[in-house]
């Protein structure tokens, strides 16, 4: 029965991390005002057809902290990768000069980085969430465990163990957070 109780919360564990891990994807894609490639993770291109992540079709680089470059390796890519920056909804209008597609980051207003800002603390607020629920789902298992005869001191040592997890993802969410808001709102 202990096995059982340490596979489930090792699968809590899991979930925890994978919490963590799209919290950081979701923030890399929240601009502070400097260009970076991530801002483009998650854009897909139509290629022959099919959506493409825009990594495998063309090179992306950041020549200096407002421009974003974006190098297709076949030049008829150009047009579609216009089209999929359009689509996204960035805030950003493509410059095609028929070599590389430019992406010139404007500077961010007060009104802009406090909205980013909001954003960011409302990722943070899903990945809590998500967090919560796995808590939930553990504790009713440990809590049905113990009604099944595991040890009612041995159950609350693993409740115990489950919500310092718990605490410490959350403290990690938060420096996220932190750390983000920080980036943002430095000009």
Known sequence: MIEEIDFQIAQTIEHFDKAIEHLAFELNKIRAGKASPA???????????????????????????????????????????ERSIFEANLGITPMNDGEVVRLMIPPMSE?????????????????????????????????????????????????????KSIESYMSKIDKMIEVKEKDIMTV
Not at 130 to 152: L, N, Q, S, T, Y
Request: charge should be positive; charged fraction near 30%.
């Open 39 to 81: 801002m483009l993770n998650g854009l897909m291109v139509e290629y022959y057809g099919a959506p493409t992540p825009l990594a495998q079709v063309a090179n992306v680089s950041t020549p200096d902290a407002r421009t974003i470059t974006i190098q297709p390796w076949e030049k008829k890519m150009l047009s579609a990768i």
């Open 111 to 163: 009104d802009r980085r406090i909205a980013m800002v909001k954003q960011a603390k409302q990722a943070g607020e899903e990945s809590r969430v998500g967090i919560r629920a796995h808590r939930h789902k553990i504790m009713d298992f440990i809590k049905k465990k113990v009604k099944d005869g595991f040890p009612e001191d041995a159950g609350k040592r693993k409740e115990d163990e489950v919500q």
